[in-house]
Every structure is written in C-alpha cells, then in structure tokens.
C-alpha cells in the first residue's frame, strides 16, 4: 500500500524537523514538573491535615484536583499539537509544490491525505498516552491513589485530539495554512466557551443555556469529549464542586463520544473527497 | 494500445473563474517523439501539462496519454515528471529522496537498488547521495528533479522547464538525458521558452498562445513554414507594392530593398515570376533561414 509510504515519509518528515524530539522533551519536563510539584504538594498537604477530620477525603479532593489539573493541560498539548503539527501538510504542500510530484505518482489522492491523517494521528494518540498514562503513574507513586475509571478518560483525550485533527486536516484541503490555523483554533474556542456556556446554564438551570452548548458541541464535540473525561475520572465529591474547568455539572452523554467518532469520519471523508478533485 | 499515440488531446480547456488559462488544445505527440511545447509565459503551457498529469481537471475536452484517460493512477508509473517548481521535501537526504519516489512509482527494492545509484551518476550527484536536498543548490534540484522523473524507465517524460536553473554544464548534460532519451525510444514531452534548447533537442514543436496552439512545426523542416524573403528589384512603384500585399501583408519597404514572408517555400517560385512578370526588375530574391527564435516571434510574438 503507498498510503504506508506517506505516512511514512510523514513520521520522517516530524523527525526530521525536530518536532518529534522537542514534543518529546518538553513532555518530559512537563511530567518531571507535575511529579516535583505534586509530590511537594502532598507532603505537605499530608502534614497539615492529618490531625483534621475527614483529613483522608481532603487528601483524595486535592489528588484529584491535582490529577484533573495536570489532564487539563494534557488535552490543551493534544489540541495544540494537533493544529500546529497538521495546519500546513496539505496546504504547505500545495502552495509549495512539493505536493506535485506526489499526487503525479501511480498513488491516488485519498491515499496520500489518509496516509498523513494515520501518520498524524498515531503521533498524537501515542503523544496522548505517554503523557497522561505517566501523569496517573507519577499521582499513584507519591500518593497511591489511583481513579476509578483512568482508561475511558485517557481515550476521551486521544478522541478528542483526532477531531481537532480531522478539522485541520479538512481545513488544509480548501484553505490556507494561516486561514485554517485561524479556523481550527476560532471552533475550539467557540466549542470551549458553549462548554462553559452549558456548565453554568446547567448550574443556573437554563435549558436555553445548556442547548446552546449542545449545539455547539456538535459543531465540534472537542470540550465536550474533555467534560466527559474529566466527569468520568472523578469521584463523586468532587463532581459536586461548582463551576470549575474541571467540573461537570452537564455530563456529555455516552451518544456524545460515538457523535464525535462519527464525526471524525464524516469530516475526513469530506477531505479526501475536497482533495481528490481539486485542483494542485 | 502500443499504437495509440503517447498524448492525444481534443479541444481541451480549463477556466479558473473567469480566466482561461487553455482555450482550446488539441495535439498529438506520437510514440518516440521529442515534442517541445513553446509558448510565452502565462501562454498556458503548465496548466496544460496539468492536465495532461491529472493535476487540474479539464473543463471541457478530452486527453488520452499513452492509450488512457488522462488521470488513469496506473498508467502513471508509466510517465515520469519533472516539475516546473521542482521543489520537493527538502528534510530529505538524495538517496533517501529517490528511494522515497522509487517507491512511490512502485518499484521493487531490487529495482531501487539498481537504479538509484545509476541515475545518480547520470545526472552527476552520486556525491551528494548523503546531503541534505537543502544544501542543494538550485541546478542540483532541478537535477535530482530530473533522475526522479527517470525512476520507472517512463515510456513518456514531461520536463516543465527542465534547464531554468541550470549553468552551461547542466543544460549540457539535460541536453544529453534527452539524446538517451530519445535513442531508447521514450516519449519526451519538454515545456520551454529556452529556445536554443528546444532547437537542440525537439523534433518538432507547438506554439501555444492564449491557450491555443497557433501553429505546430517540424524543426528539420522549420523553412517550410514562413518563410521570409528579401526582396531586391530595380524601382519600386505603388502599383508593385499592392500586387505585393497579395503574397504578403508584412511588408518592409527600404529603398529597393523589400522584406516580406511568405506562407511557405513552395511559393517563391511563383512570387519570382510575378515579379519578373511586373517588370520592375529582379535583382534578387533570397529567402531568409528562419532560427526558432524568429519563428516563435513570428508566431506568437505579434501584437505584443
């Protein structure tokens, strides 16, 4: 199969322009800087509410929060990673020209835009887990503590840096790699903020409120993947926290992952149709 | 199949928006030829070889290479391309470039092995297998460009500017890709405004203008297209001069000397007589050689 070469070539391709190893280190540090601070935090904490009652239910609110916290950024890395790694790698290659003497190949079209989407989103969904898989790791060694449900909230994550994906990718087939970095970036903050538009419509009990974040939800389901991750990852006592990026109080839906995943193959097979007849 | 012609196209065209950039091309290119696409810049030469590679879908017309619709993915690893932005993915070392397009076109490892180092020497970068393409410099692209196009044995090969960036030496050697090219049989479709190139290396030639080709020659009997005469005669009268608007409309007149073109070589028999026959006196009439530059001038170069 050619479409193996071009994700190939476009594994290379991130190896070669560095931005494999910088992701990389930089996710090292980052794991080191959340293990150095929770465990400074911890001991702390450990120290000051020992003598208090309900001590041990403080002592899983904070990991929790802590946990949450370091995911939270996580899926902010995914969203990141996802728009700036794939913006250009349709568009680039057409205002370059480099996308020439691919597509003249014996190869068809669709093989060379799917062959990057997997290259792209199997760099990312390993860059996902690496760093949350160690984020739980680092929370269960200083502390023990270790969420009920950490597996369906990692995947929430991986899921949702695949649309963020799917939606640059599509962007790169008709648009300009600043235009669609600007598209990409404009729906993840208009699906972020129905997010938080739906949180406290929920709090407030506004159903108008919450249908506006369902609505947008669905016009990219990115915050609505990361709200189910973070209801899924938590315990009880802290579901119940007011507002908070990490609070739930409207809990997207099970139908709400399989829309995404729908949505994902929707959008991508748009874009290997867009680009199988446009011209190049 | 093997006797369809390598490129066939009919009343192809293509408008972006408003703009048509090919009116109305219809050629053929037989098996074998080196076929050079003339034209100036912006005549409509890249988009047609576009569409010729099913990069840019027709608006209209039809095109057949080597017995296929145009766009056909298999019959691709049949045709070789060099681009006219030969720019490729720079991150690449040579070797690994070439391996990269070898398996593109479907080549099998032992067939890479064979012909990577091979076309390396052909285009004189085996040095340079291990650098970078971003330490080339621009005729070692346009180079590298041309031994990737060569990857498949192709039975046709399209070279949209093949020696823009190249010095002397490398327009030489592309000159001498094109003999081998041609000697083994292979289809050489070669997009160009470098003239002296085309002159050196075609068989014959189209001019393309606004998206039409005007006019199609073949270079070994390029006099027997316009053909341009100096006239020299005795007097010249206003009476000799309309009778000779009749063999030609581009006349310059310079004392009793008179340059004209005529439609073709088998004409100045006839335009002797008439001249003789107006009894102005013929002192001579030689017919000028027509380089490819001034044929292209003639041709395409009108009102500009």
């Known amino acids: ?280 | 199949m093997s006797d369809s012609p390598t490129i066939e196209t009919h009343r192809l065209r293509k408008e972006y928006g408003d703009k048509v950039a090919v009116a109305d091309l219809t050629l053929t290119v037989q098996r074998g030829e080196v076929f050079g696409f003339l034209g100036p810049n912006g005549a409509g030469k890249t988009t047609a070889v576009k569409m010729l590679l099913g990069l840019a879908v027709p608006t209209s017309g039809s095109a057949q290479i080597l017995g296929r619709p145009v766009g056909d993915t298999q019959t691709r690893s049949r045709i070789g391309f060099l681009p006219e932005h030969f720019r490729f993915h720079e991150w690449l070392q040579a070797a690994e470039f070439m391996d990269l397009h070898g398996q593109l076109f479907g080549l099998t490892l032992q067939q890479r092995r064979e012909r990577i180092p091979a076309l390396l020497e052909l285009v004189k970068l085996t040095e340079a297998a291990d650098r970078r393409l971003s330490a080339f410099s621009k005729g070692m692209l346009q180079r590298i460009g041309l031994a990737q196009a060569l990857l498949p044995e192709p039975e046709v090969v399209f070279l949209d500017e093949p020696t823009s960036g190249l010095d002397p030496l490398g327009r030489r050697l592309v000159r001498d890709v094109i003999r081998k090219l041609r000697s083994s049989g292979t289809t050489v479709f070669l997009n160009s405004h470098l003239l002296s190139e085309v002159e050196i290396t075609c068989d014959r030639v189209a001019f393309i203008k606004d998206g039409t080709i005007v006019r199609t020659a073949t270079l070994d009997r390029l006099v027997e297209g316009l053909t341009e005469v100096i006239l020299w005669v005795g007097q010249v009268t206003p009476e000799f001069l309309d009778g000779l608007r009749r063999w030609s409309n581009e006349l310059q007149v310079d004392g009793r000397r008179i340059t004209l073109t005529v439609q073709d070589e088998a004409s100045l028999p006839g335009l002797a007589q008439w001249v003789v026959e107006q009894g102005v006196g013929l002192y001579a009439l030689t017919p000028q050689q027509l380089s490819l530059e001034e044929l292209f001038v003639q041709v395409v170069g009108g009102e500009q």
């Open chain 1, 1 to 280: 199969m050619k479409l193996w070469v071009i994700t190939r070539l476009t594994v290379r391709e991130a190896q070669r322009r560095k931005l494999l190893w910088i992701a990389l280190a930089l996710g090292v540090v980052f794991v080191a800087l959340f293990a150095g601070g929770f465990h400074l935090i911890y001991r702390e904490f450990a120290t000051f509410s020992q003598s208090t009652v309900g001590g041990q239910v403080q002592y899983q609110v904070v990991t929790v929060f802590f946990l949450t916290a370091g995911l939270y950024v996580i899926n902010f890395l995914a969203v990141m990673m996802a728009v700036l790694t794939s913006v250009g790698t349709v568009s680039g290659e057409i205002s370059s020209h480099t996308i020439q003497s691919l597509a003249t190949k014996p190869l068809r079209r669709w093989e060379i835009l799917l062959g990057k989407w997997v290259a792209y989103s199997v760099m990312l969904g390993v860059y996902t887990s690496i760093l949350s898989l160690s984020l739980v790791l680092v929370v269960r060694l200083i502390s023990g503590y270790i969420p009920n449900n950490w597996l369906g909230p990692i995947g929430l994550l991986i899921l949702e840096g695949w649309v963020i994906l799917t939606v640059s990718i599509l962007g790169g087939t008709f648009l300009s790699t600043i235009a669609n970095g600007v598209l990409a970036f404009m729906l993840y903050g208009i699906a972020f903020i129905g997010g938080w538009v739906e949180q406290f419509g929920s709090l407030m009990a506004s159903d108008a409120a919450v249908n506006i974040g369902i609505l947008t939800s669905l016009v990219l389901p990115s915050e609505a993947l990361w709200r189910r991750a973070s209801y899924l990852m938590q315990p009880a006592i802290i579901r119940n926290l007011p507002a908070n990026p990490f609070s739930t109080a409207s809990v997207p839906s099970p139908a709400m992952v399989l829309y995404a995943a729908f949505y994902i193959v929707a959008l991508l097979g748009i874009a290997l149709w867009v680009f199988s007849q446009r011209d190049l």
